[in-house]
């Protein structure tokens, strides 16, 4: 995981620091120059500009420059405060990149960069870009890659920052940044996030039961169980309230469900008892299951009472709406895009989208996974795991409803409410960008393409790396058969 520091944060780990200021800026400064000759292919006989304000980011630039000039590299330091329009274009002097090193996070006013034809490398966050919201102020430059240190800003995940940083590496200076409570998920957190499959595992100690979908609304329904099944889940009951009691009848979840998805009717009123639901691991509510008012008391019901963990998403989420919620009776994660997070709260989540998920999670008791470019999950207790692994492909109808099944199967596997949700935003984001996803449309990618992508995907992040089959099996592979 990728330590993920606010600037204040940031402000208290740098005075923490128990190295000298001039060794930080040193170690910054090389850094920066590694990077630019990284991204030049070289450096003799080059030229860069480097925009440097006064502060320690100017410095870092400074830096930087002196180490580029040592091996070759024609530099130039231009004072920020004094930046022309327009940097020296092809043919005028021709300049190969640009440094922006002209301030940080402490910027309180716009800044109207330069232009320039030249790719940009930003020292710790592009200019003019809010390290903490990822709003940008005044005319930054467009980086193709930004170096920053120690730690993620928010602003360089959420808002303008991910179109404004490019490629972001995160540099160690030396820095202690344990006391992060913010982290961003790589592919290689995945396989301990998510349980493996026992020996001994049977498909009682993964059951996942899905209460879904209305009358025109059996999609969700059949999206949500199928996730479930394919992310792990050794059983899953899917019930449609008032529904039929299988596929193909008017009012059940009709082909969307796989084939071996249980169906189980249940009435509007979704009496399901304390002692049927501790037959199973998890369950999902919501997905596709109307507004009716009769259904919308029973969610809060059945939300308010003792249970397995419950992924409470779409529909659901609208039913707990003006109603407190509280998470002392069952394990709750709560999955809201910024529509149903107004309708818990009262208002949209703002710029700040960690402290409005924290503000969330603490008031309801429950794991909040706010969806957005960048998901960020938070528990009561302040920690956020972040996901970023995704791409605009997934904003298609029906991909929270495959969300919801994939955290609804982790929880089942016995992975705990925080966890199983930010594993489950990272797995579904990497649905769309994976090895392999290439063979997925630029446009027109639909909800059921993401549940066929599951079992490759949860292959490739090491989920279940272990075989499965057993000695036996591997014994007869060996042996090249029987």
Not at 255 to 266: D, I
Not at 427 to 443: F, K, N, Q
Request: charged share 20%; net charge negative; with cysteine.
């Amino acid at each position: 995981m990728i330590p993920v520091c606010t600037p204040d944060e940031m402000s208290a780990v740098d005075a923490a620091a128990t190295e000298p200021l001039d060794v930080l800026i040193g170690r910054a400064g090389a850094a920066v120059a590694r990077a630019v000759l990284d991204e030049l292919g070289g450096g003799y006989g080059r030229r860069v500009v480097v925009l440097a304000g006064k502060g320690s980011n100017g410095a870092d630039g400074r830096v930087a420059a002196d180490l580029l000039a040592c091996r070759g590299v024609r530099t130039s330091v231009v004072d920020a405060a004094t930046v022309p329009d327009r940097l020296p274009a092809s043919g005028d002097h021709a300049v190969d990149l640009v440094v922006d090193a002209a301030y940080g996070t402490g910027l309180g006013r716009p800044f109207e960069a330069p232009a320039t034809d030249a790719p940009v490398l930003a020292v710790d966050l592009p200019s003019g870009l809010d390290g903490l919201t990822g709003e940008a102020s005044g005319r930054p430059l467009v980086a193709s890659r930004t170096v920053t240190f120690a730690a993620l800003k928010p602003g360089l995940l959420f808002g303008d920052g991910p179109a404004l940083a490019g490629r972001v590496e995160v540099v160690d200076l030396g820095l202690d940044v344990s006391g992060a409570t913010a982290h961003l998920l790589t592919d290689a957190d995945i396989a301990a996030l998510v349980p493996d499959r026992s020996a001994d595992a049977h498909k009682w100690q993964r059951a996942c039961w899905v209460i879904a979908g209305s009358p025109g609304m059996e999609g969700a329904a059949g999206l949500a169980a199928t996730a479930a099944l394919r992310a792990g889940a050794g059983y899953v009951r899917l019930s449609v309230p008032g529904g039929a009691a299988g596929p193909g009848e008017s009012a059940g979840p009709g082909e969307n469900a796989a084939s071996e998805v249980v169906h189980l009717p249940v009435g509007t009123d979704l009496a399901v008892g304390e002692q049927e639901q501790a037959r199973f691991a998890s369950m999902v509510v919501g997905p596709g299951l109307g507004v009716d008012e009769e259904v919308a008391e029973a969610v809060r019901r059945l939300v308010a009472s003792p249970g397995p963990p419950m992924v409470v998403d779409g529909d659901a989420l609208t039913a707990l709406a003006g109603h407190p919620v509280d998470g002392a009776a069952r394990e709750l994660v709560l999955t809201p895009h910024d529509g149903e997070f107004a309708r818990l709260t009262g208002g949209p989540p703002g710029p700040d989208r960690m402290a409005a998920a924290r503000s969330l999670a603490a008031d309801t008791g429950a794991v909040v996974l706010l969806k957005g470019p960048t998901t960020v999950v938070a528990a009561p207790d302040g920690r956020v795991l972040l996901a970023a692994a995704g791409d605009a492909r997934l904003a298609t109808a029906g991909s929270g409803d495959v969300l919801a099944g994939i955290i609804g199967a982790f929880l089942a596997r016995g992975a705990e409410p925080l966890e199983a949700a930010a594993a489950a935003a990272h797995v579904h984001g990497r649905l769309v960008t994976a090895p392999g996803s290439d063979e997925l449309p630029i446009t027109g990618v639909v909800a059921g393409d993401l549940s066929a992508r599951l079992v490759s995907v949860l292959e490739q992040l090491g989920v279940d790396g272990s075989d499965p089959r057993g000695r036996i099996g591997g014994a007869d592979r060996e042996m090249g058969g029987c």
